[in-house]
């Protein structure tokens, strides 16, 4: 156990029993027996209040709903717990069996607080993850003796992100139903997360979603199923740039307050906290499922913008005993080598056949720095400054505690190909590009562990069919719930990478909310 600056936030680590707690913090864990003491965050059943912080430390603290509707910190920060959540071993034992939904209302409850009600939580959840193509959610799969796959590409779009997007949709139209608002969502993506979004809000009555996507930088599949839906709320927008130039695009937007203030613009990608959240919910029940709490195991994690791994890392310090989290990267290997020399330094984007995660600027990392560093939000406002004006900075002694905390690999794009060709040979399963750097990088960390090894697959493999096909000599295909996508017709606007031609489109496509704004 250890505290983390201004005494108010408590870490454990996977050896965590009740019986060698000291008496006095035996009953502080989330989900207990007993009630929790004043400065350690409790579970739902107590309906308390959930605050948070900027990074940054220049921004007033908001509830989760707030948080929610909110996405990027008025001061440019991204916001984490003011005081993390901890679940007790004997309730994380107790997920073992349960459906999906009901592990996920649990542990976004941890962080919603009194915000949404339980009974609410799980009827969102059930709705959500009713829509999953496989009864698990988020099943395992063993493809080797000490080895699983995830799969977390049984949604809609076919990708991870569907699994906090279903819920986001839920969470943020039950908060603006309650305010009586709408609100305009801009999102940037570099492949899965425009299509998610696309389809979780289609049809909604109180939000508009604007997607901005690198032309031609994304597959076939991952563009139609962003341009191809003909619902009026929902927008693609092509940019000629990469996934950094629509990111920065939606970051400028942000923080220009007037304009975030007129249309109430809200936020889908991992900077909205309650993203993150619902991410963490497939690291508990994957654990769970291979002896959790009673036996620790390890993740490694395709990665680019840092979220998916940083929901890993947020179930380690719930409780969940993961041994290692390795960070998994492609080409554009920036987290990699920030591991290796301690400075985070951008590249030129390389196109490879993952690509959504050819990505430099990884924003979640802000997160964990900002932990990291005892939550000195100076140092945050630094290290961000120096990374907006000169494209790089030094973590400092922020590089001890990324390496002690994570693995970090890089897979060329001839260790992509080996690994999907020798799965396919030595287990019959088919890796689509982004989990075969997962498995390289589990093969290269934990080759000798006995700690069950568990590969992140965020996406199926149909959505690369040009890439399976160079790999495979084969193009799989979609399902068939998917199988018209290829011939429906497509709209999307291609823009330039400018702020003020991609603000005009945003703000003539939104609709106005006469019911006010925030």
């Not at 007993?34 to 921004?59: C, D, K, M, W």
């Not at 080409?331 to 301690?342: F, K, M, Q, S, V």
């Not at 090894?453 to 996406?459: K, N």
Request: aromatic share 8%; charged share 20%; hydrophobic share 45%.
């Amino acid at each position: 156990m250890c505290l983390i600056r201004g005494g108010a936030t408590f870490r454990f680590g996977f050896e965590l029993k009740r019986d060698r707690l000291p008496e006095s913090l035996r009953h502080s864990v989330c989900g207990g027996r007993n009630s929790p003491p004043p400065y350690l965050h409790s579970f739902q059943e107590s309906l308390r209040p959930v605050t948070y912080i900027s990074t940054r430390g220049e921004a007033a603290s908001l509830t989760f709903e707030d948080v929610l509707l909110r996405g990027l910190a008025r001061d440019g920060g991204l916001y984490v717990p003011e005081v993390w959540p901890v679940i007790a071993p004997e309730t994380i034992a107790s997920f073992a069996g349960k459906p999906f939904a009901e592990v996920a209302a649990h542990v976004i409850g941890c962080f919603a607080g009194a915000s949404v009600g339980p009974d609410d939580l799980r009827a969102m959840a059930e709705d959500a993850y009713g829509r999953f193509g496989h009864p698990a959610v988020t099943p395992l799969v063993q493809i080797d003796r000490n080895r699983w796959v995830l799969e977390l590409f049984h949604g809609p779009t076919l990708a991870f992100k569907d699994v906090a997007m279903q819920m986001l949709a839920r969470l943020m139209d039950h908060a603006l139903a309650g305010r009586g608002q709408r609100a305009a969502i801009v999102g940037a993506t570099s492949g899965d997360t425009g299509g998610a979004a696309i389809e979780a809000f289609r049809g909604s009555e109180r939000v508009d979603v604007v997607i901005l996507f690198p032309e031609g930088r994304v597959s076939d599949v991952q563009r139609r199923m962003m341009t191809t839906p003909i619902d009026a709320n929902v927008h693609a927008v092509a940019i000629k740039g990469t996934f950094d130039d629509c990111q920065a695009l939606v970051k400028a937007m942000f923080n220009d307050l007037a304009f975030r203030d007129s249309i109430n613009l809200a936020g889908v990608n991992s900077i909205n906290w309650a993203r993150i959240v619902a991410q963490v919910t497939y690291y508990f029940v994957a654990g769970v499922a291979l002896g959790a709490p009673y036996r620790p195991v390890s993740f490694a994690v395709p990665t680019g913008n840092f979220g998916d791994i940083l929901a890993g890392w947020v179930a380690k310090r719930m409780g969940l005993p993961i041994q290692r989290l390795t960070i998994a990267s492609n080409e554009n290997d920036i987290l990699p080598r920030a591991h290796a020399t301690g400075v985070y330094e951008m590249q030129g984007v390389v196109e490879t056949s993952s690509p959504s995660m050819d990505i430099q600027i990884s924003s979640n990392f802000e997160r964990f720095l900002f932990e990291a560093s005892g939550r000195d939000a100076g140092y945050i406002r630094g290290v961000m400054g120096a990374l907006q004006q000169g494209g790089r900075f030094e973590l400092g002694a922020c590089a001890g505690p990324f390496r002690e905390t994570f693995g970090a690999v890089a897979a060329s794009e001839a260790d992509v190909a080996d690994a999907i060709r020798r799965t396919g040979e030595t287990s019959g399963y088919l890796l689509d590009p982004h989990t075969a750097c997962g498995l390289v990088a589990l093969e290269r960390t934990q080759a000798q562990s006995e700690v069950p090894g568990i590969v992140l697959s965020t996406a199926h493999p149909a959505k690369f069919p040009d890439a399976m096909e160079r790999i495979t000599g084969a193009r799989p295909g979609l399902p068939e719930r998917l199988s018209s996508l290829l011939s429906l017709p497509e709209r999307f606007p291609v823009l330039a990478n400018d702020v003020a031609e991609v603000k005009s489109f945003v703000s003539k496509a939104v609709r106005s909310a006469p019911e006010g704004v925030s």
